[in-house]
């Protein structure tokens, strides 16, 4: 089957208009796509033949979607985006604490969801596992809360992070003490933009380090010449 | 919300100055009272007590020529006679007096009050041997001596010595005085005949310098004493007394700062716990009171959260819709499409926040307010929009909710590119505030309209009577949410284009690490 090889992504929805168009958009993409009505069916379908990655509604008859996430991100897989007529900031911060690994509201641009599936496939794919679903992790005095993106200083002020920096910190603090070139970090961070140069990864790394430079461990995020950065803290859960 | 302190004392410190002031009002009038009564009156004295002092101090000052003290009397030395009448019964204690000290009677004064002799008697204790000696005296002599009445001035060199009271036994009455007896008993007696008793009495005698010393009996020193331990025994009631009343007062006062809190709470948040229905009879009531108003709360704000969630629901699908069937459209359509859809979204998320008002329930931390409008600045640039901060280089800690200060400046600069084509922020500190001006580079907002932009709804056209997108709800957020920190969003005069200005209150600077 053509099915193994391709990324099969379940979608989680109880109106068939966006099911199925959903699916259609993840299949043009390159993706393998099977639909369920509601949390029960995904159950089955997870049973029967599992699936790289899920899309769940938020609002559904029946289970509803922030438990079955939470069911999900308690086994471990397969991963989770929440898709949800609930856009506020709060509401995406409920969806990323009970673990899912991204939240879009409705309506969203199909292409940005299919740029996030990526995303979130290859972090699963190569990130470190723990780290990735931890909802916070703490380094040299700093607390990053992945699900708020609120980053604690060591005096215990929030200093807020633009989406940017938020995503490349993730990037560092999930591969610590390893050498990511800026093509890895542009493909880590920038997921849902193409237009993004090498540039753009030098000017947020250079506004990260100045946010990261309360630190008293020296310079977080080495410059490794000729290479990329290298982020030199030990990230630990909590 | 840490809002101004109310004015006004606590209860508990009423209660304690009502407790003090009675208290303090109590020991006054005690004191008074105490104070006001009529002095106790002198001592009744014996004379020949009287002259035997008199003489001891007489003699001493002859010798050093100042007053002496002692013998509970006050001493001054006059340099004249003082003016003392004279007391008829006392002529004979004068003339013994001056005998002894061999001066003439009329440089003796004396005055003072006559007690007649059998209306006291003194308390006597003697030595045993006394007591044999005028036992037999008083069995074997049947004398009862006259008391001389007026003895003969000059004549008598020898005065007679005091003789022997007459006494009175109490004891035994018929004992024959053994050598048995081992203690000598209590004998009570009255005044010597030929001894007055005198009492608030003054002495004269002139001195062989010319002046006269003078002894004066005071007050009674016992009142004192009486006096002092009272009025110690009043005060050391009343402390306890106040102190008791301070921790009573507290006890009242305490079911009442945990009912305020309570219902602090209960305010900010209708799921807080219930206030605890305890304490006086009344606050249990009201506890009652603001618990049924809580549960009402609750179900409203449980409806209010299910319509919204239904309304957010039914309105997002069918857009959700829209988008993914314009993905199969031609791509010009598809991006009128999407950018119609993302302007209906963009409405009904305004609606839906302000209806919401999440501003009371988000937690607040201490947060550098630099680095989130940082934030949204490079945020807002990704998105390709001109959009520049100035200032904001020094950290600018508040206490504050991190989602809503981003949504009250991500509001104003929404608007601010919105009506304009380019937005600047700047941050500055002022005393013991935050001001944030956000300037952008349209047509303004007219004068009388700088308050009224406020109100929900309210829009302005653009710059050239064109309409502006939004549901007129980004200002009226922003002011409740900056009201909601202590602070305030106004539209502030400004050369061109519009400055609405945000003032926030700062946290005292933390003391930072090295």
């Known amino acids: 089957m053509i099915a193994e090889t391709l990324p099969r992504v379940l979608i989680v929805d109880d109106d068939a208009a966006i099911r199925e168009g959903l699916a259609e958009v993840f299949e043009r993409s390159g993706f393998a796509a099977v639909c369920a009505p509601n949390a029960a069916a995904m159950d089955k379908i997870l049973a029967d033949q599992g699936a790289d990655l899920v899309i769940l509604d938020l609002m559904m008859p029946g289970e509803d979607g922030l438990s079955a996430a939470r069911r999900l991100a308690g086994r471990g897989w397969p991963p989770v985006i929440m898709l949800s007529a609930l856009g506020d900031d709060a509401d995406r911060i409920v969806g990323l604490e009970v673990g899912a690994d991204d939240y879009m509201a409705k309506p969203c641009n199909p292409r940005e969801l299919v740029a996030r599936a990526r995303a979130v496939l290859r972090r699963a794919r190569d990130g470190d596992a723990a780290a990735t679903r931890a909802e916070a992790v703490r380094f040299a005095g700093f607390r990053l809360d992945v699900a708020r993106r609120e980053l604690t200083d060591p005096d215990g002020v929030l200093v807020a992070l633009s989406t940017g920096e938020f995503r490349l910190l993730r990037a560092f603090v999930e591969r610590p003490q390893r050498v990511l070139t800026r093509e890895h970090l542009l493909d880590l961070a920038f997921a849902n933009d193409g237009e993004v140069f090498d540039r753009a990864v030098d000017v947020q790394v250079s506004r990260l380090r100045k946010k990261l430079e309360r630190s008293d461990q020296g310079e977080l995020i080495r410059t490794v010449r000729g290479e990329g950065y290298l982020f030199t803290a030990k990230p630990t859960p909590g | ?514």
């Open chain 2, 1 to 514: 919300m840490s809002a101004a302190r109310p004015r006004g004392l606590p209860i508990a410190a009423h209660l304690a100055l009502l407790v003090a002031l009675v208290f303090a009002t109590a020991f006054a009038v005690t004191v008074t009272i105490i104070l006001a009564l009529p002095p106790r009156p002198p001592d009744v004295m014996r004379s020949d007590q009287i002259v035997s002092d008199f003489i001891d101090g007489y003699r001493a000052a002859a010798r050093t020529g100042r007053a002496p003290r002692g013998a509970g009397m006050h001493w001054t030395i006059h340099e004249a006679a003082p003016a003392i009448p004279s007391l008829a019964a006392a002529a004979p204690v004068k003339a013994d007096i001056a005998q002894r000290l061999d001066i003439a009677p009329d440089k003796v004064a004396l005055m003072g009050e006559f007690v007649r002799r059998d209306t006291v008697v003194f308390r006597v204790q003697r030595t045993h041997a006394e007591h044999i000696r005028e036992m037999e005296m008083h069995i074997a002599t049947d004398i009862v001596r006259e008391p001389p009445v007026v003895p003969p001035a000059r004549e008598t060199p020898a005065p007679t010595p005091p003789p022997p009271p007459r006494v009175v036994v109490i004891g035994p009455p018929d004992a024959p005085a053994p050598p048995a007896p081992p203690a000598p008993p209590i004998v009570f007696a009255p005044a010597p005949p030929n001894v007055i008793l005198l009492s608030g009495f003054t002495l004269a005698a002139e001195l062989p310098s010319g002046r006269w010393l003078e002894m004066r009996q005071g007050r009674n020193d016992e009142e004192f004493g009486w006096i002092l331990r009272a009025a110690l025994i009043v005060g050391a009631t009343l402390l306890v007394l106040t102190a008791l009343a301070l921790w009573f007062a507290r006890r009242l006062a305490r079911p009442i700062q945990t009912f305020a809190a309570a219902v602090q709470a209960v305010g900010v948040d209708p799921k807080s716990a219930a206030v605890a229905e305890e304490g006086p009879r009344e606050l249990r009531s009201a506890a009652g009171a603001v618990n049924a108003m809580a549960a009402r709360l609750r179900a409203l704000v449980a409806d209010r959260t299910q319509t919204l969630a239904t309304v957010a629901h039914d309105m997002r699908t069918p857009l959700m819709r829209l988008r993914l069937a314009a993905e199969n459209a031609a791509p010009e359509q598809r991006a009128r499409i999407a950018k119609e859809v993302a302007e209906m979204e963009a409405l009904i998320a305004s609606f839906i926040a302000f209806a919401r008002d999440d501003s009371a329930s988000e937690r607040r931390v201490r947060l550098d307010l630099a680095a989130l409008l940082q934030s949204l600045v490079d945020d807002e640039a990704e998105a390709g929009r001109d959009v520049r901060l100035v200032g904001g280089e020094e950290r600018l800690v508040i206490m504050g909710q991190p989602l809503g200060l981003k949504r009250l400046f991500a509001n104003l600069i929404d608007n601010a590119v919105k009506y304009g084509a380019r937005a600047a922020i700047t941050v500055r500190r002022e005393d013991a505030a935050v001001v944030i001006d956000v300037v952008d580079d349209g047509g303004g907002v007219p004068e009388d309209m700088r308050e009224a932009i406020f109100k929900p709804f309210v829009r302005l056209h653009g710059r050239h009577g064109e309409n502006v997108s939004g549901a007129g709800l980004g200002l009226t957020a922003a002011r409740s949410i900056a009201r909601a920190h202590g602070g305030d969003v106004i539209v502030a005069d400004s050369p061109h284009g519009a400055l609405v200005r945000v003032r926030l209150p700062i946290e005292e600077p933390i003391k930072t690490a090295g």
